[in-house]
């Protein structure tokens, strides 16, 4: 069964500290996986996407990696910022499913405190 | 510019009404897509619709149906709204290519009383 699995579900951290956010999954094939931020009442905002090839993608204060042998990804946020509070969720799309072609994982809630 | 627009943004009903959300995309995208975010925060797929055929997720009741006037389109309408539907919706959008990303909606909070 394709699945996207996030941990932790939820992390307070202090303004200015980093923080690293996981992902595990098990879709298959796999084509690519995106990490999306969704602030408070938006719709989720695409960080970064890696394929099979890639290990590492930055995006700012955003570095995402990818073992796509073992299945995992990372999320490091660098020197947190009080806007970086927000939902962050893995995605993953795969090649064979014709529904929505993407699986969600059920995010990480991150609150940065001043 | 918006790329995908929900209206309404919030949406507060009672039982037993029926319902739409409308979508547009001006993306020029092929597929659209409803999902749902339980209030757990999960994103969970309902539909998933191109030109070609329609995708329902086989969980969602019947009650719910997504009608695509055209390409940019594509509404959600719900029937017999019950207490459970209450949630927050997201239209998304993307193109029919491997590296799709989904770009979405600002969400509608359905809240049915």
């Known amino acids: 069964k394709n699945q996207v699995e996030q941990s932790p579900q939820s992390l307070i951290i202090l303004e200015g500290k980093n923080c690293t956010l996981q992902?595990?999954?098990?879709?298959?094939?796999?084509?690519?996986l995106r990490w999306y931020k969704q602030d408070t009442g938006r719709g989720p905002v695409s960080l970064t996407i890696m394929t099979f090839s890639e290990n590492t993608k930055s995006n700012g204060r955003y570095t995402a990696t990818l073992d796509a042998d073992t299945k995992q990804s990372s999320l490091h946020i660098t020197a947190s910022q009080l806007s970086d509070s927000a939902s962050y969720i893995c995605v993953v799309t795969d090649r064979g499913s014709t529904l929505g072609r993407l699986y969600f994982g059920r995010g990480t809630q991150l609150t940065v405190w001043p | 510019d918006t790329a995908v627009s929900q209206t309404p943004k919030y949406l507060v009903t009672q039982m037993g009404n029926d319902k739409s959300i409308k979508c547009e995309q001006n993306?020029?995208?092929?597929?659209m897509y409803w999902y749902k975010q339980d209030s757990k925060k999960f994103l969970k797929i309902m539909f998933s619709?191109?030109?070609?055929?329609?995708?329902i997720n086989e969980t969602v009741p019947n009650r719910f149906s997504p009608k695509s006037p055209d390409k940019a389109h594509l509404n959600l309408h719900i029937n017999s709204l019950e207490l459970g539907d209450s949630a927050v919706y997201f239209c998304?959008?993307?193109?029919?290519?491997?590296?799709?990303?989904?770009?979405f909606g600002q969400g509608t909070r359905l809240t049915v009383v």
């Open positions: 993306l020029g995208h092929d597929t």
């Open positions: 992902c595990n999954y098990t879709v298959s094939p796999f084509s690519n």
């Open positions: 619709y191109n030109n070609k055929e329609l995708i």
């Open positions: 998304a959008s993307s193109t029919d290519s491997e590296n799709t990303e989904a770009f």
